[in-house]
Nanobody, 115 residues
Framework: QLQAFGGGLVQAGGSLRLSCAAS????????MVWYRQADGNLHELVAS????????NYADSVKGRFTISRDNAQKTASLQMNSLKPEDTAVYYC??????????WGQGTQVTVSS
């Protein structure tokens, strides 16, 4: 239902853009969320965006560097990551949630930031 892609290896200070493509769901009713999980850590909410795109939320650790967006017509959500730091290294997951509907997760995409 969700497929995440766009991860890779980048040097500190660089940028990556993650995308999440949805299929088989009514994408426009779902809040889209990006999480990440670094080795040995719990999932951390990175950013979320409401169904209309009118409200976004970011973890303090990524504010000012990451931007979440969505295109309901294309059924995609994106996470533009700038000024990447080694501590951003993690597996990134996209997820969608909506009241009274199942929550879906995409497969993770690895982001590695070298110092």
């Amino acid at each position: 239902q969700l497929q995440a892609f766009g991860g890779g290896l980048v040097q500190a200070g660089g940028s990556l853009r993650l995308s999440c493509a949805a299929s088989g769901i009514t994408f426009s009713v779902y809040t889209m969320v990006w999480y990440r999980q670094a080795d040995g850590n719990l999932h951390e909410l990175v950013a979320s965006i409401t169904p209309s795109g009118g409200s976004v939320n970011y973890a303090d650790s990524v504010k000012g560097r990451f931007t979440i967006s969505r295109d309901n017509a294309q059924k995609t959500a994106s996470l533009q990551m700038n000024s990447l730091k080694p501590e951003d290294t993690a597996v990134y997951y996209c997820s969608c949630k909506a009241p009274l509907r199942p929550t879906y997760w995409g497969q993770g995409t690895q982001v590695t930031v070298s110092s």
